[in-house]
């Protein structure tokens, strides 16, 4: 959530601010600031956080052993609780 947040602010807050003070601000130059603070802020984040890359090396590499992907489905859907 805070990642999306940060992009959308990175992207948009510099865009409108100049477009309401700066009399020459035009569309190709928000679409260049946006892009600019979008790139930046993803780099950013990747490069002190790396959220993103695990997850994207996830596919790459060997899947985890049978038991722990058991463990997991568990966690998520636990079984029924059996009344004696």
């Given at each position: 959530?805070?990642f999306?947040?940060?992009?959308?602010?990175?992207?948009?807050?510099?865009?409108?601010?100049?477009?309401?003070?700066?009399?020459?601000?035009?569309?190709?130059?928000?679409?260049?600031?946006?892009?600019?603070?979008?790139?930046?802020?993803?780099?950013?984040?990747?490069?002190?956080?790396g959220?993103?890359?695990?997850?994207?090396?996830?596919?790459?590499?060997?899947?985890?052993?049978?038991?722990?992907?058991?463990?997991?489905?568990?966690?998520?859907?636990?079984?029924?609780?059996?009344?004696?």
């Amino acid at each position: 959530m805070a990642f999306a947040f940060g992009l959308a602010a990175a992207s948009l807050f510099p865009v409108i601010l100049l477009g309401i003070f700066f009399k020459r601000a035009n569309k190709q130059g928000a679409i260049a600031g946006m892009l600019t603070g979008l790139f930046f802020t993803y780099g950013y984040i990747e490069f002190y956080k790396g959220l993103f890359l695990k997850w994207a090396g996830s596919p790459l590499t060997a899947p985890p052993p049978e038991r722990i992907q058991h463990l997991v489905e568990q966690i998520r859907i636990p079984r029924e609780i059996k009344s004696h």
